[in-house]
């Protein structure tokens, strides 16, 4: 048996539970150890392995390191011999990559606004920002809606990228989206249904 790949995330981590949960899906959850990780210590090796200082990364047994969750997710993919989550044909995979990063911007723009709560002094607090971010948010959500993944079998990268937002949504509501998209809510729910596995990531994450 090969040596493991080792994650470096924290269980909160909205992309590392989108890596996460690609690696149940591919069937290789047993070769990627989850080693945790916290972006504000400098002492953490984190730093000499993603200099940006972010989480998810995937250190390979050879000793190179891979980000960012688009990237590891790509390469679980081709590791586990998998071409389901993305298409072979040119267009339509640079479609659905288009997709991955519309899902995943969504949730760029909810961590900013978590981080702006976190990091920032009541005083220095910018609405402005705050509503910046939330368009972006509510834009790729509506988005999203109209162009539905699949919920079910087989997924494809971009249901994962969404089911990470609209879990991350949900966990640390930057925001209120369900009133505003039913169909986005049907989804969640049928996903979290066909995936017990993949929703109880999100458990792991709030204990
Ligand atoms: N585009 C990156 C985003 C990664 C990211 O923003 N990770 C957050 C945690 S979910 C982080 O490490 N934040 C700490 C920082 O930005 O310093 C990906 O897809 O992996």
Redesign the pocket.
Known sequence: MSDPMLLRTSLT????RKVRMAAIVLGINEQVNVVGAN?LDENDSLRQQNPL????CLVLPNGAVL????TIVEYLCAYANNSDLFPSQPFDLALERSRVTLA?GIT?AA?MMVYEGRFREQSQKSASWLSHQQGKVMRGLLAMSKNLPPASHPLAASSLSLATALGYLDWRRPVEWRSSYPELVKWLDDFNQHHPLLADTLLEASV
């Open positions: 981590s909205p992309f590392g972006p200082g972010k989480m998810p980000y960012d969750s688009k995943d760029d961590l």
